[in-house]
């Protein structure tokens, strides 16, 4: 029977270096340095968990001056220790998703930036936190664990495109095309603000005043169009991040496409396998990219912001935590959407 071309699978990506059979499989796994190929995998995510939890804990007790002067008053005390080692595990886990999941340093930065901005946000908008208090903390939620990473994994080839491998990136010219660049980040932004702006104009307000009891101040919700351009250029950060995360590693995906004899029977196939292979199986490589860290992204905005907000600020609601926590999910979801309308174009 003539032989089929199959599309590279979830695994093929997942593939260690030492394994890639083909340059395109460099996209997801670049061959480590050969420092870090003498420690074996487990031992660099034991000290990627640990490490950003050690710098992380260093960083805010020298910056405590700074950061707990305004955060303190809007801080939920814990007493037990099973918050506050609750807390420690879902920083603990979601670093080792990360490491999971395959990012590097930059999608990394990018991932926390975005899942902890509503929190963030939520401080600066409604709670009056001075900018210093804020950036600080923000800078250090990142920092703690963008460090470990670039010690201890090698960047992607969409983020080291200077040393990536003949045929590794695909779409160079458009990752590197500035206008390209400009219009997507503006997409990413313009969606961010839409989406907020029309929920501070219809039913957030409402919902932050049921829920969030010791909310000092929503006047931010009710600036109306002249808040709007204020709004936008303050989440231009978030639509490059967002971009980077989503748009950049999904364009940049080079296919790897080989030759697989075609199955003698499909008969006793389960079906189970059968849908997969007629629905997920049948979109592209990048396409189930852009797919899977869109829904990575939202899922872990929502739970995130959840955990954070509910678990860390007083007189919140999960409910209410839950609710901010959507507003940004929902973007996300959006931005996903859009970019996979531009990935559809002819050429991409």
């Known amino acids: 029977m003539a032989p089929r071309k199959r599309i590279s699978s979830v695994n093929d990506l997942a593939m260690p270096s030492s394994q890639v059979r083909d340059p395109n499989d460099a996209l997801t796994a670049m061959a480590p340095s050969p420092s870090l190929a003498r420690i074996p995998s487990p031992a660099r995510f034991a000290l990627v968990v640990f490490g950003s939890l050690i710098m992380s804990s260093v960083l805010f007790t020298l910056t405590a001056d700074v950061t707990q002067g305004d955060l303190g008053l809007v801080s939920k005390h814990l007493e037990e220790w099973w918050e506050v080692g609750g807390l420690v595990a879902w920083k603990a886990a979601e670093v080792g998703l990360a490491w999971v999941l ?13 899942t902890h901005q509503p ?8 709670y009056g936190v001075r900018p210093t208090s804020t950036l600080a903390s923000y800078l250090i939620t990142i920092l703690s664990t963008v460090v470990p990473f670039a010690f201890l994994r090698r960047p992607t080839s969409v983020h080291d495109l200077s040393h990536a491998p003949s045929g590794a990136v695909a779409n160079r010219t458009i990752l590197q095309d500035t206008a390209t660049t400009i219009y997507t980040i503006l997409a990413a932004t313009s969606i961010f603000s839409i989406v907020l702006y029309g929920s501070y104009a219809s039913w957030l307000p409402a919902q932050l005043v049921v829920h969030f009891e010791s909310l000092p101040d929503i006047s931010a919700a009710h600036a109306g169009p002249a808040g709007f351009p204020a709004l936008f250029l303050t989440l231009i950060p978030s639509g490059y991040a967002v971009r980077d995360f989503l748009f950049v590693s999904s364009t940049g995906h080079a ?3 080989t030759e ?5 029977n499909r008969e006793d196939e389960y079906l189970i396998v059968d849908f997969y292979r007629k ?3 049948q979109l592209s490589v990048k396409t189930r990219i852009l797919i899977s860290r869109t829904l990575i992204l939202a899922s872990s905005v929502l739970l995130n912001t959840t955990v954070q907000i509910a678990g860390t600020i007083q007189d919140v609601s999960i409910q209410g ?12 979801l959006a931005i996903g959407a859009t ?10």
């Open 102 to 114: 395959g990012f590097d340093s930059w999608d990394v930065a990018s991932f926390l930036f975005l």
């Open 119 to 126: 929190t963030f946000s939520l401080l600066s908008f409604f």
């Open 255 to 257: 296919e790897n496409v």
């Open 260 to 264: 697989e004899a075609e199955p003698a």
């Open 279 to 281: 629905t997920w199986g």
């Open 321 to 332: 935590a839950a609710i901010w926590g959507s507003v940004w999910a929902i973007s996300t």
């Open 339 to 348: 970019f996979s309308w531009i990935e559809a174009v002819d050429g991409v």
